[in-house]
């Protein structure tokens, strides 16, 4: 039988035990407490390595630059076919001097790097100048007081569609993109004036006077444009906003010009449409029409819509670009109205922003980020880093970028857009012919579109300055570009 | 060859450093002192040989001599710390001795790469500060009265900081540091030791509301001297490290949340009273909008651990001079450009490892008061590294503070070595306590064992 001690002892080491596992909880919760801050601090820094740690090299304020160009050559930059666009020489001294084989041809989009950097150059410096040998060859260059050779920097440009591009705008000033749909890959982009990115070191101050042709301007990107009619658009996703369910139902009788109040406009060449519905009016490019639609819109929302586009926002580009702006609020006025709604007036674009508009209608919806860079592989050919198609932004519903399909499909099948008609793949698209001053005979060259136009896997984006109407002069060069991407010249 | 050697030793000091990582949680495997004796002693090796390495690349970069002195005095000095912390106190916890060896280790060899004069100033603070943190776990092992001088930790805690307030040195708008006849420390350094055995000694023996607001109300007055004299880092070290011991202590979670609720709205109220918590904090959202200005410091640290990358540059192959401030408040900074970052992270680890080592000496301590400054410390020591490194690597505003061990900094350097010693006092104490027990369990067995034997006896007479 316990004593009565007994028994009270072991009741107090009970007690004693079961004080001390309550004692401890805290203790140890606060040290979960702390590991779990550690655990996502070190996966923050993690995340940061991994994702942008080669973008810090290359800001300009980060001096670790001339350690990488001092041991590493610069890397190579092909072309998605394999065909080298840029490449380092080494002279017995190592002295290194940049080549560019095919002189003019990629002068905007691969850019240069021997004044300054830009293009593809720019956005890829931070691998080319990085070196991922292995360590007994590092270790032999150095012995022997030889640079690594960089990085090389595989991009998504085609040079036979970079080739179309350059040749079917000839010696006109203009911008053409071209780029797959799915994946936001760049196949070619052209802007002309070019230039020869060998001899820029030259050429450089001849260029900067040389004000009148803006030649080392990258139009497709930085180029701002009265957008004309491929404006109309915007202005019909606006009006399909407004009309969900009757847009079908629109209907306008156009006489060739359009007044309210004082304000009048004409259509393009003073064409009479008569009695139009919305596809026929976009089809056929009214001003009228779309005059009519555009001073009916709300427009705080139709300003708050432009934004969501990206006007007055910024893009997903690494390079240098310009911002487009145009911002409609409730104090926008009916003549400012009228002219935005086709176009022209206050309204500006850069054709790198009409291109994603395209691409979202072209890809349901959704816009990828423009990518320029495909992957980037050690000298020894192991995988650096391999780029992969981003989601940039649902700019509308599917079922909106369907019905905008449907229209642009109208403008080749019975409007502006007729010379891409009957051909073995289909397009659609829109022209536009923006007036930029006031002798009404100067018009740019517009057309957007995509090809084919049900399941479309191609999009273009084409200026052409001052040259005319955009059916005639923008769309051929559209037709040139989808016919060298399906092979059938 | 001497190619070969500076360019491997880079990756060989990253492989090494893994080692040494994975055996401080490896350890933990064994209960029993003894039975981790292989793994401390691997551990030095390692140590050794990161510091060899390391030494020998810069040696060989700079071509200067002095390197390969500066290496084997600090060889000597780290190695007697080891030898004589186990030979005067042989109850000690030698991870965190280790630990504390290699954290010196580390700081050396970038203060030696960055600075060399600054180097050999901070190996006489050190060599110093070490022979104070050996005689330090002995008061705190044999001095039980410590507990009842709660009032003269405030004296000493108020008066320091309120003198730095009014007397104090102003360096780019804080006042931080105190001067005395050319010699400048940094009294919140110190304080933090002393704030945590006052914490403690308000704190063990009962929550009692009075207890509590007593507490609360001193605390508050160091958190607001350091907020006055915009020592911000120590402000919310001081707070956060009050409102753990505070939580433990009344194992009440309302303390807890609404401490982290009260320091919240204090953070958003000081954001739209302080213009230079403002800067900090704009500086934080968007450091390359104002890259040359409020964002220089933390973008000059991104592109160093941006440019490292996982294997670093190389010892003296990267500029991480470029960082403003980086002996003392980028020093994580310049650890992950150079050695790279999974160096970097094994640094984290082992700072954590020592933050869990403290806080389990906490836990299985007997007595009260002893717990509670083993968690002061220990959270204080954490968090200060969570504010340095999260700061460097813009996970959190920046604050300026030290990274304990590594950074160059005598105060630093030195009170780290007394939070250090304390807790081995404290684990001294622990392995005592456990000594005393068993001895009382020995004792209520035989006590029963005689007992038996008793009635066994009178059974028998009857």
């Keep these: ?489 | 060859m001497q190619h070969y050697i500076v360019e491997l030793s880079k990756y060989a000091i990253a492989f090494i450093m893994c080692l040494y990582t994975f055996e401080s949680f490896f350890v933990f495997r064994h209960d029993n002192e003894l039975d981790r004796t292989g793994s401390y002693i691997r551990q030095c090796i390692y140590m050794f040989l990161i510091t060899l390495l390391s030494f020998a690349s810069l040696t060989l970069q700079r071509g200067e001599i002095e390197y390969i002195f500066f290496f084997a005095f600090l060889e000597i000095a780290l190695f007697s710390v080891i030898v004589l912390f186990s030979m005067i106190y042989p109850l000690c916890n030698r991870l965190l001795v280790n630990h504390m060896c290699m954290l010196l280790s580390i700081g050396f060899i970038m203060i030696a790469r960055l600075d060399f004069s600054k180097a050999i100033k901070q190996f006489v603070i050190v060599a110093v500060s070490l022979v104070i943190a050996l005689i330090v776990p002995f008061f705190v092992h044999n001095l039980r009265f410590l507990k009842h001088l709660w009032f003269l930790y405030a004296t000493i805690g108020i008066g320091g900081l309120g003198a730095v307030l009014l007397a104090g040195q102003v360096t780019h708008g804080s006042k931080i540091f105190y001067s005395i006849q050319g010699v400048t420390i940094q009294p919140s350094e110190f304080i933090k030791i002393i704030y945590a055995f006052l914490i403690a000694s308000l704190l063990y023996k009962s929550t009692k509301i009075t207890q509590v607001l007593l507490s609360a109300f001193l605390a508050a007055i160091h958190v607001l001297i350091l907020v006055a004299s915009r020592d911000l880092g120590s402000a919310v070290i001081f707070f956060i490290g009050y409102l753990f011991v505070l939580f433990i202590a009344s194992r009440n979670y309302l303390y807890l949340f609404s401490g982290i609720g009260i320091g919240s709205i204090a953070a958003v109220v000081s954001y739209y009273l302080f213009s230079h918590v403002q800067v900090r904090v704009q500086a934080f959202l968007d450091p390359f909008a104002a890259i040359d200005k409020e964002g220089y410091q933390i973008t000059q640290s991104l592109f160093a651990i941006g440019t490292g990358s996982w294997f670093g540059m190389g010892l003296n192959r990267g500029t991480p001079n470029d960082i403003p401030y980086v002996l003392s408040d980028f020093m994580f900074s310049a650890v992950a450009e150079e050695m790279g970052v999974i160096f970097a992270i094994c640094m984290i680890l082992v700072c954590l490892s020592c933050f869990v080592m403290m806080m389990t000496i906490a836990l299985s301590l007997q007595e009260r008061f002893y717990q509670l400054i083993a968690v002061g410390l220990g959270v204080i020591y954490i968090f200060q590294i969570f504010l340095t490194i999260g700061g460097g690597i813009k996970f959190i505003p920046m604050t300026g503070v030290t990274l304990p061990l590594v950074s160059y900094g005598g105060s630093s350097v030195l009170s780290t070595l007394l939070m250090f010693s304390v807790v081995q006092g404290l684990y001294i104490v622990r392995k005592d306590e456990q000594k005393q027990e068993e001895e009382e369990e020995l004792e209520e067995e035989e006590f029963l064992y005689a007992n038996k034997k008793r009635q066994k006896r009178k059974r028998l007479n009857f």
């Design chain 1, 1 to 489: 039988m316990p004593t009565k001690r007994d028994r009270n002892e072991k009741d107090s080491t009970s007690k004693k035990r079961r004080k001390k596992t309550r004692k401890n909880r805290e203790i140890i919760i606060s040290i979960y407490m702390f590991v779990f801050l550690f655990v996502g601090m070190i996966g923050y820094l993690c995340h940061f390595v991994n994702t942008s740690g080669q973008e810090m090299i290359n800001y300009s304020f980060n001096k670790r630059q001339q350690i990488l160009t001092s041991k590493n050559s610069r890397g190579t930059i092909y072309s998605s076919d394999g065909e080298i666009v840029a490449e380092s020489l080494l002279s017995e001294d190592g002295k290194e001097t940049r080549i560019y084989p095919y002189d003019n041809l990629f002068s905007h989009t691969v850019g240069f790097s021997t004044k300054g950097r830009t293009g593809i150059e720019a956005m890829a410096n931070s691998y080319l100048i990085n070196a991922h040998v292995s360590l007994t060859e590092k270790v032999e260059n150095e012995v022997s007081g030889q640079k690594n050779h960089g990085d090389n920097v595989y991009s998504t440009l085609r040079t036979d569609l970079q080739q179309i591009a350059s040749k079917a705008l000839g010696v006109s000033k203009g911008a053409i993109i071209v780029s797959e749909v799915k994946t936001g890959r760049v196949l070619a982009m052209v802007s002309k004036p070019d230039f020869n990115p060998n001899t820029i070191v030259q050429d450089w101050n001849g260029y900067v006077k040389d004000e009148k042709n803006s030649v080392l301007l990258n139009r497709a990107t930085q180029g701002i444009y009265p957008p004309g009619s491929t404006f109309k658009i915007i202005t019909s996703l606006a009006y399909i906003r407004q009309h969900p369910t009757d847009f079908s139902q629109y209907a306008f009788t156009c006489n060739g010009h359009f007044t309210h109040g004082q304000d009048k406009i004409n259509c393009y060449h003073g064409t009479v449409h008569g009695g139009v519905d919305l596809a026929e009016s976009f089809a056929k490019s009214c001003n009228a029409s779309f005059a009519n639609i555009g001073i009916g819109l709300p427009r705080d929302q139709f300003g708050k819509m432009l934004q969501e586009l990206g006007f007055g926002q910024n893009l997903p580009l690494n390079m240098n670009y310009s911002v487009s702006n145009l911002s409609v609020d409730g104090a926008t006025s009916d003549e400012d109205m009228i002219q935005i709604s086709i176009g022209q007036g206050k309204a500006q674009i850069t054709p790198i922003l009409l291109h994603l508009i395209t691409n979202s209608i072209a890809g349901n919806g959704k816009v990828m980020k423009p990518m320029f860079m495909d992957k980037v592989l050690s000298e020894d050919g192991a995988i650096v880093k391999q780029f992969k198609p981003e989601l940039y932004k649902t700019l509308m519903t599917e079922e909106e970028s369907r019905v905008l399909r449907e229209l642009m499909t109208g403008v080749v099948e019975n409007g502006t857009g007729k010379r891409l008609r009957g051909l073995s793949y289909t397009a659609a698209g829109k022209t536009g012919s923006a007036e930029y001053n006031h002798v009404k005979e100067d018009s740019h060259a517009w057309f957007t579109g995509f090809a084919p136009a049900e399941e479309p896997e191609i999009s273009v984006t084409i200026i052409v300055e001052g040259i005319g109407s955009g059916g005639d002069y923008a769309v051929p060069i559209a037709k040139r570009i989808f016919d060298g991407y399906f092979g059938t010249n």
